[in-house]
């Protein structure tokens, strides 16, 4: 034999052998899996526990005490009109709250990172410090605001105390230092030159801002607009202070209406409802994750 | 058009953007903004567009003042050294841009993109996008969409750096040649003393907001004003000695420690007249190397050792010490210059310049 004997591959220096990798690779997978396993059963739960008369752990039980009776009695509050209302103030809520948001800092953005005028940094670290204030300890003073702005006649009917419109303003008010901030980011990120170029060409500020700018901030404000729709949809607190009854509630508030009634409550049923109001949502990020991967993954695409 | 900056100013706060800069333009000229980074070119092209606001001074357009016009109004086309191209739109969505903001008619807006992308050979990119397009393609619509409004003035702010060597040369052909066929006023500004050199009829060379010097690229290179302008412009750069010029038994002598030259009356007689050091520029190509002196080149020739060597090519470049004093000079490349080797120089002093080390100005020509 005059073949060279070759020392076996050590795992630090050479490339790791494939049965390694491998097993790496379940470990990996094996940690994850575990980790998310809390979450995955909360929602198991929450999925059987709809489409049952009742649960004992996971298992759906029936009135002799064996598995199964399933049942869709608990999605009959489908048929009826307030959860419908309910639905309807959430997604106003959540809309004006897109709309009022991504309008004021998409606007507001663009001036507080292009434009130079008294009082900007004070504006700005004012913002930051106002959003360290939590809703919470607003509540009261807001409380007198609404009041004040119901008694103005005409638009005080949409905007005041105890109205969808009051509750959306409020979360408006609430969610636009993370706005303006987020957009005046996107905004700093963009060339000058490009503005400078459309000046040049012929445009007015609002033109460039329109035209030009805008565009250029697309995945920021999809990104806002996801983002605030949730808040919106999502909103407890205000919604909660600030409204009375069923009329106005959206649809946490009445869920929160589900369980605090004096009879017992129908968990099944609460489930249901909870379910109900993800539906929309899990839609929203069906349709949007690739964008949203996108925004994550390092903001705009090309220049 | 004829431009003219009067005592055109620009600061925010402390900092001083452009000081006091003074200069015109004739119609269909192409002037150049030279300087390195930081130097205010670009500041002064930005106030002439509009974008920026003059702090002091006057801009004039065939003698109207218009410092208070909007850039839309003043009948410009301005190409950027990041093309400023709107992504979101599509190369005819970008050249017609200009034209769309006047209203124009479609008939008459097709048209004309037309007509000026044929010009500039991109007529048939039209409906891509513009992140599909190369670094030259791209400069080319944005040269498309600065002349497309057909404007009185031309401004480039470092068209070509982006883009690579090889197309930078044939770009830098294209513009000029463009620039002359349609006699548009040009101001282009560079960092790039050979663009410069190439391609204006005047060079401004402007350092730390001031104007050095304007006039035309021969005149800089053979008589420049300041030091500033000897060393930046020309490649490779000028030669630089301290040295004392005195009269020795009627010549004059340019003389320091390691030197010591003869120098024409007619050359040396204000540096002369400096009590002490001035400093003496010689470039390049004005130094010869020889095998042996001859006893013509009495008092011009010294000998020094190569200590670095650069083949570009055609030539070498070559750094010499003569006694510690440093300076590069070029040798053709046939002579086969070593590192280490002892080389004997012959000065071309007829054509040697002096400055006064404390003002910087020339002891020649200012």
Avoid at chain 1, 16 to 40: D, E, H, N, T, V
Avoid at chain 1, 226 to 231: G, N, P
Avoid at chain 1, 232 to 250: E, M, S
Wanted: proline content about 5%.
């Amino acid at each position: 034999m005059t073949t060279v004997e070759t020392a076996p591959p050590r795992p630090a220096a050479g490339p790791i052998p494939r049965s390694r990798q491998k097993m790496g690779r379940y470990f990996a997978y094996g940690f994850l899996i575990l980790s998310i396993i809390p979450i995955l059963v909360g929602y198991a739960w929450l999925i059987i526990a709809t489409v049952s008369a009742r649960t004992q752990g996971l298992l759906p039980k029936n009135a002799e005490g064996g598995i199964g009776g399933f049942t869709l009695s608990n999605w009959d509050f489908v048929f009826e009109s307030a959860i419908w209302n309910a639905m309807l103030n959430s997604l106003l809520i959540a809309v004006f709250m897109v709309i009022g948001v991504g309008l004021a800092s998409t606007s507001g953005g663009y001036a507080l990172s292009r434009m130079k005028f008294a009082g900007r940094k004070t504006f700005l670290t004012g913002t930051l410090v106002l959003h360290a204030f939590k809703a919470e300890m607003l509540l009261i003073a807001i409380f007198f605001v609404l009041r004040f702005l119901g008694d103005i006649p005409i638009i005080g009917g949409f905007i005041g105390f105890n109205t969808v419109g009051g509750v959306a303003l409020v979360m408006v008010a609430l969610e636009l230092p993370l706005g303006i901030w987020l957009m005046k980011g996107f905004f700093d990120n963009l060339s000058w030159d490009m503005e400078r170029a459309a000046l040049i060409d012929g445009a007015s500020r609002f033109r460039v801002w329109w035209q030009i700018m805008v565009p250029q901030v697309r995945p920021g404000i999809a990104a806002l607009s996801l983002f605030t729709f949730i808040v919106g949809w999502n909103a407890y607190l205000v919604p909660f202070t600030f409204t009375i009854g069923t009329k106005v509630a959206n649809m946490p508030v009445f869920l929160n209406q589900l369980i605090s009634d004096t009879a017992p409550v129908n968990w099944n049923l609460v489930a249901a409802v909870g379910l109900f109001q993800m539906i929309p949502l899990i839609i929203f990020f069906i349709f949007t994750q690739e964008l949203l991967l996108n925004i994550y993954a390092g903001g705009s695409k090309g220049t | 058009m004829r431009v003219e900056l009067d005592n055109l100013t620009k600061s925010w706060d402390e900092v001083i953007g452009a000081d006091s800069i003074t200069l015109d333009i004739a119609d269909g000229e192409l002037v150049a903004f030279l300087g390195p980074s930081g130097c205010g070119k670009t500041t002064t092209l930005l106030m002439v567009a509009g974008i920026y606001k003059p702090t002091a001074g006057t801009i004039s357009f065939d003698g109207q003042v218009v410092n208070e016009v909007a850039p839309k109004d003043r009948g410009i086309g301005m190409v950027f050294q990041s093309y400023a191209l709107y992504p979101h739109m599509t190369v005819f969505g970008n050249i017609s841009y200009p034209l769309r903001l006047q209203k124009l008619n479609k008939g008459v807006i097709k048209e004309r993109v037309q007509t000026v992308a044929d010009m500039m050979g991109i007529g048939d990119l039209l409906e891509r996008k513009i992140a599909q397009l190369s670094g030259g393609q791209q400069q080319r619509v944005a040269l498309g969409r600065a002349l497309v409004k057909e404007p009185q003035l031309l401004l480039f702010d470092e068209p070509l750096s982006n883009l690579d060597a090889r197309l930078r040369l044939t770009m830098r052909g294209e513009i000029k040649r463009l620039q002359e066929d349609l006699g548009i006023t040009s101001i282009y500004v560079t960092h790039d003393q050979v663009e410069a050199m190439t391609m204006a009829d005047r060079i401004a060379v402007m350092s730390k907001g001031v104007l050095q010097a304007y006039d035309v690229p021969e005149a800089l290179y053979d008589r420049p004003k300041t030091l500033f302008v000897a060393a930046f412009v020309g490649n490779p750069p000028m030669n630089f000695f301290d040295v004392e010029v005195m009269r020795v038994n009627g010549d004059l002598r340019a003389k320091s420690d390691a030197i010591d030259l003869v120098i024409p009356h007619d050359r040396g007689e204000k540096a002369a007249a400096v009590d002490g050091k001035v400093i003496m520029g010689v470039r390049p190509e004005d130094v010869d190397v020889v095998d042996d002196a001859s006893p013509a080149a009495e008092g011009l020739t010294l000998a020094g050792e190569a200590v670095v060597v650069e083949p570009l090519g055609r030539e070498d470049l070559v750094g010499i010490s003569i006694n510690g004093v440093d300076l590069r000079v070029l040798v053709d490349k046939t002579r086969g210059v070593r590192v280490g080797d002892t080389i004997t120089l012959v000065f071309n002093t007829s054509r040697a310049q002096f400055f006064d080390p404390e003002t910087e100005a020339s002891l020649l020509w200012a």
